[in-house]
């Protein structure tokens, strides 16, 4: 079976499909397949942001770690979803650990290349920031909707 | 309408605050109930408290109950042998006869599960009338999911999706993590030949409601089942009433269109 090319699988992700083919010809430049055995740490906290990932296949879990207590996870991503977005922001240092879950294959795109890409072609940058700012706001939405502790009793929210 | 003596004939602890009581008659039992139905259950000396019907097993009546206050917490206390009154079965039932022939996507969150599972079971037992079925349950953690035993057998079924989340859980869990609507990514469903059910709070319920309709799933073809305050259950108080609807009578399962504007009804 023939391997698809990066710039073939980026142009079946539906995060992409408002981007012109001009566009996808341009990020496959920045873009390799990636795989993670089940348990392996992609990126953790504080470390620079220099990539970020499309998962095609398997499951990737945020987890944030507390002193003194637990670690903590606040969500999982699945085929189709964006993983990460702090290399659009300075200091470009993620604020979580991303771990396979399951054996998760992704496409990785280089975020330097990718800035690099969106200073020279303005247009291009707005529309990526566009496609991300979608993302960004559906996943407040969502931690919104988290936050409420929806299932929680009045009482024991009240006592948080 | 006067109570009907039960007794409790099975206790089963699903969850540290909830308990599944399977109930028999004492005296002549209850009239034939519904999926999305309820019953006024009465802890003799504290009060009533509305809850749906979780499933039945011979005769015996299954009610899931959270414990949350005075009547919830006396029926929690019940023990094996003891007796309370019932009254019902109350309101409207699950449109599931109606969605024949369609796709199938439930959405339960926390308790909600429980008066969805007896619409649950009767899609399984006439599983050749209905394409997917896709089974979305979200809880608080890990701890809080009811029926995992149950859940796991449901998806054995063909053509049957069970996918579970929580709101947050520790590095531990293995499942998803996120709001039960974010399990809507993972089903794929053409909108127009889809029949959705949802139950849960109603913060939950306005949510999985409005990714069915971006899905393209007419309103009119989404069940919700509201939850207010109940005293009479038969239309007479104006406990429950929202505009002309009485949720006793008319609901607790109301298409979403109906639904919709009466959710932004304060509680009285
Ligand atoms: C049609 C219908 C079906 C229902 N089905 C079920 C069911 O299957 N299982 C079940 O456990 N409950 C169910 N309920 C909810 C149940 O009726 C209430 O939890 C109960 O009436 C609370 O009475 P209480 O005396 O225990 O608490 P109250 O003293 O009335 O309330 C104590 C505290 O709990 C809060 N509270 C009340 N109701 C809820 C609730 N639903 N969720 C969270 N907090 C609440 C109150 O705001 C208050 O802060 C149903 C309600 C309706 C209207
Ligand atoms: S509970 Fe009395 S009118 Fe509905």
Known sequence: MKHKSIRELLAE???????????????AGCGENAHFRAGETIFGTGEPADYFYLIRTGRVSLDIHAPGRADIVISTLGPDEVLGASWLIPPYHWNFDAIAREETGAIRLDATCLRGKCEDDPALGYRLM???AQVIVDRLQRVRLQLLDVYGTPAARANG | MVPTRYRVATKRQELTDTWTLGLEPVDEPLEPWSPGQFNMLWAFGVGEVAISISGSEDDTLLHTVRRVGAGT??????????????????????RTVEARGKDVVILAGGIGLAPLRPAIRQLLLDRGSYGRISILVGARHPEDLLFVEEM????????????ITVDTA????SGHVGVVTSLMDRVEIDGSSVHGFACGPEVMMRFAAKALTDRGVAPTAIDVSLERNMKCAIAQCGHCQLGPTFVCRDGPVLDYATAQPLMMVRER
């Open chain 1, 13 to 27: 992700q539906p995060f992409f499909h408002d981007l012109r083919d001009s566009d996808l010809d341009l990020l």
């Open chain 1, 130 to 132: 566009k496609s991300f």
């Open chain 2, 73 to 94: 917490e006396a029926v929690c206390a019940l023990a094996e042998g003891e007796m309370l009154g019932l009254r019902g079965p109350f309101g409207s039932r699950w």
């Open chain 2, 152 to 163: 796991s057998r449901w998806a054995e079924s063909p053509g049957v999706d069970v996918e």
């Open chain 2, 170 to 173: 520790s590095s531990g869990w």
